[in-house]
């Protein structure tokens, strides 16, 4: 059995007081927060994301104020807010953003997320208007109770790795395709995951999600899980994302089928070289497109620059995609509590592909790497024997 348990309703009330300090800075009376996961941060409710707009009011002074669809009344027990207030159903006479609006009564309001037909419809019942995500900006930083869902996920996600390398040459041998060799490691990993956390996280999010592909397919950055034997000689490409109590890790690993040519190699040590970069770079507190320009330079470097065809990572919490975006244009200072993906990537379209993928915490004294696959197996010893 694992201490781990869901995030208590205090962690989702000290939230709230965090984003109260966020709207007072930015001169608002308060947050109106529409987006799933900024609902999930502030109340701890993980409903699927659909037409029927949800939202929390999140007022700089006073009471929060819970806002959903008649269907969800049920869902609202239990968050620890008491003013709980619903709409029939969609569409509905008055679009369900504007009615919270009217519910809220305030003039100076931050909205994480408007659709672009409610706009002068909004900016007419207020005085002032800010279109930030300032929860967003408030999750970049994880507390420590974030961070420790984030490493137990990225070890089932690890979890995968291992069994895909051990079991891949046998699957293989036996005429077994991508699809088989999927579904072989993610029954081994989503097993022990529920085994070991399903009583104690009914209810929040939970699973892994995967992608094997092989061969030319491997150039594809998105590649298909296809019904394709792995061919000798081939990289084979495994990308795992792992989630627990609604928050994400990803591991992920390029694996030669048979024996690691010297190109192979050459570009593997590469592409360790730009992982080692960006690590760097996060680890002294450089912006986020400094980092991604360190990593893409150590590719650059091998000459491998036409091979790029992607950022060097992403953001992950309660999406397995958020920002901050280690990417250009994203000139957010690197600080401790953020959590991003590392994801070296190498692309000859019709011949092959290499990707590695690492999670890593940000700390006050550089940087944690949950994921582990990639450093207690060596470039040498990423291969599927057959």
Same mark, same amino acid.
């Given at each position: ?63 929060? @104020? ?42 100076? @309001? ?16 207020? =005085? ?8 967003? @900006? ?112 990803? =591991? ?122 990639? =450093? ?11």
């Amino acid at each position: 059995m694992s201490d781990l348990r869901p995030l208590p309703a205090s962690f989702f009330g000290a939230a709230r007081d965090r984003l109260r300090a966020r709207a007072e800075a930015a001169g608002l009376d308060g947050l109106l927060l529409l987006r799933a996961p900024n609902l999930a941060y502030a109340t701890g409710m993980f409903l699927s994301a659909n037409e029927r707009p949800m939202g929390v009011w999140v007022p700089v002074a006073g009471d929060p @104020i819970l806002m959903l669809p008649g269907l969800e009344r049920e869902n609202a027990e239990g968050t620890g807010i008491a003013d709980a207030r619903f709409y029939d159903e969609f569409p509905g006479d008055v679009p369900a953003e504007l009615w919270m609006l009217d519910q809220i009564g305030r003039r100076a @309001i931050g909205i994480d997320r408007l659709d672009a037909a409610l706009l002068d419809a909004a900016r007419d019942r207020l =005085s002032r208007l800010d279109l930030t995500d300032h929860a967003m @900006i408030e999750r970049s930083f994880k507390q420590p109770a974030e961070i420790a869902l984030t490493i137990e996920a990225a070890r089932f996600a690890d979890l995968f790795l291992e069994r895909l390398h051990a079991e891949a040459g046998a699957i293989i041998s036996r005429g077994g395709t991508e699809a088989d060799l999927m579904a072989d490691a993610m029954a081994h990993a989503r097993g022990a995951l529920f085994a070991k956390h399903k009583t104690a996280f009914a209810g929040t999010p939970m699973g892994i999600t995967a992608s094997v592909h092989s061969g030319p397919r491997a150039a594809l950055p998105h590649g298909a899980v296809l019904e394709r034997v792995p061919q000798p000689g081939e990289t084979l490409i495994a990308g795992i994302g792992a989630s627990l109590g609604g928050y994400h890790a990803e =591991s992920g690993v390029t694996l030669i089928v048979g024996e690691i040519a010297p190109e192979q190699r050459r570009i593997m040590t590469a592409m360790e070289a730009c992982n080692d970069a960006a690590v760097e770079a996060c680890a002294r507190g450089a912006t986020c497109v400094e980092a991604n320009d360190a990593a893409m330079g150590a590719l650059r470097h091998a000459g491998l620059g036409e091979a790029i065809r992607h950022r060097i990572g992403h953001g992950m919490g309660l999406e397995g995609h958020e920002a901050p975006w280690l990417a250009p244009g994203d000139t957010t200072p690197i600080r401790p509590g953020m959590i991003f993906s590392n994801e070296p990537g190498v692309y000859r379209p019709g011949t092959d592909g290499y990707r590695t993928i690492n999670t890593m915490v940000v700390t006050a004294n550089g940087v944690d790497v949950p994921s582990r696959f990639q =450093s207690t197996t060596p470039i040498d010893a990423r291969v599927i024997a057959l």
